[in-house]
């Protein structure tokens, strides 16, 4: 059982679609972030939330941390297929500790 | 600045047999990581270093080593390479990004063994 549980795992949409994705867990986070990899390369860190019931957006990606800081989302509006790719969330319990990471969501975008 | 670079990009190997993973970083990060991607479970903290000269176990550190000579370089090893451990292995080094810290990842190594 992972620490952190990413739904859903796979995700196929069509271009102009709205979406929704989730990392839950029963434990408390210091920090949550979220990543975006593509095929062949490295995860690239989106967003950083670290205040419960935080908001933060990055063009058409809304991003949530939970009141209780236990869970996010992350919500893309109007999705193109340039947003096809792995997101993956990661979270430390303590300041600079180090990071768990979900099993990831695979987003395919057609056009 | 080429950032967080890791050779080789490929490899295959034969059960038992051995090999080492170079990542080298230029941003002067003092922590470096070493991480493995399964297919549905995200990455896996291997071992990571706080400093040169320094190394400590991760999450699933069984059968791989760990060497931190020189803060630019991160070497992970394989002693005797076994099936389990086909995997894409990504390293990371980490910076203080005003309020947060970030991971930059290299592009990883894809390592089979059969």
């Known amino acids: 059982t992972q620490l952190l549980e990413q739904s859903p ?9 709205n979406l929704t994705v989730y990392c839950n867990s029963s434990s408390v986070f210091s920090s949550l972030q979220w990543y975006r990899q593509e095929p062949g390369e490295g995860p690239v860190l989106l967003v950083t939330v670290v205040t419960g019931g935080e908001v933060k957006k990055l063009k058409r990606l809304t991003f949530q ?24 969330c990661a979270a430390s319990r303590k300041a600079g500790n180090m990071l768990t990471f979900g099993g990831g969501t695979r987003l395919m975008v057609k056009p | 600045n080429a950032g967080v670079t ?20 230029d941003m002067n990060h003092e ?37 931190r000579l020189k803060k630019q370089n991160f070497l992970l090893g394989l002693e005797s390479a076994a099936p389990s451990q086909t995997s894409v292995y990504f390293c990371a080094s980490r910076a203080w990004t005003g309020g947060s810290y970030e991971q930059y990842f290299g592009p990883g190594t894809r390592l089979t063994v059969t």
């Not at chain 2, 890791?6 to 970083?25: D, E, H, I, N």
């Open chain 1, 9 to 17: 795992q796979f995700l196929s949409i069509q271009e102009g679609e």
């Open chain 1, 65 to 88: 941390f939970g009141d209780a800081r236990k869970d996010s989302s992350l919500h893309i509006t109007a999705a193109q297929p340039g947003d096809t790719g792995l997101y993956l």
């Open chain 2, 31 to 67: 922590y470096m990581y070493w991480y493995r991607q399964d297919p549905g479970m995200g990455l896996r903290l291997i071992h990571y270093s706080v400093g040169e000269g320094t190394t400590a176990k991760g999450e699933v550190p069984d059968g791989y080593n760990v060497s």
């Open chain 2, 6 to 25: 890791q050779t080789p990009k490929f490899r295959v190997l034969k059960t038992g047999q051995s090999m080492t993973l170079l990542c080298a970083q």
